[in-house]
């Protein structure tokens, strides 16, 4: 059965991306921790990070760098915190959240639903940063 990562990633239910290549793509987070927070996920369905190749780990740590950059700009935040933990979903992901303070990084700041209009302009701003 298909994690509900890989149905986003198939277009079998929405999703709001930012990043999609032949290894993994990132969308915004449907109970995000902060504005702007992203989900960086391999197109390969791998429960758990560390069963990844080398190569796709890397590669996926590259994308995440380039879109915390793009988020730092976007929203203006002191710091991008990455959170690898793997239990909401067995699909491996990275988690990218803008954030002012370490108290922020708690998933029991996660919204609980969220405006699909939000989700789209927080997407357009990361967008145009990459664009950069």
């Not at 298909?2 to 109970?31: K, L, Q, Y």
Request: charged letters at 15%; one cysteine or more; hydrophobic letters at 50%.
């Amino acid at each position: 059965m298909s994690t509900v990562f890989t149905m986003i990633i198939n277009g079998d239910i929405p999703g709001t991306f930012v990043w999609r290549d032949e290894h993994c793509v990132a969308f915004m987070s449907i109970n995000p921790i902060t504005a702007g927070h992203v989900l960086v996920v391999p197109i390969e369905e791998i429960d758990h990070w560390i069963d990844a190749s080398p190569e796709l780990n890397a590669h996926m740590f590259d994308v995440s760098r380039t879109i915390a950059q793009a988020q730092e700009r976007a929203f203006g935040c002191e710091k991008v915190g990455m959170i690898i933990a793997g239990y909401e979903v067995p699909h491996a992901h990275i988690h990218l959240i803008p954030t002012n303070e370490m108290s922020e990084l708690s998933f029991a700041h996660a919204a609980s639903s969220v405006e699909r209009s939000d989700l789209d302009a927080w997407a357009a701003a990361i967008a145009a940063e990459l664009s950069t």
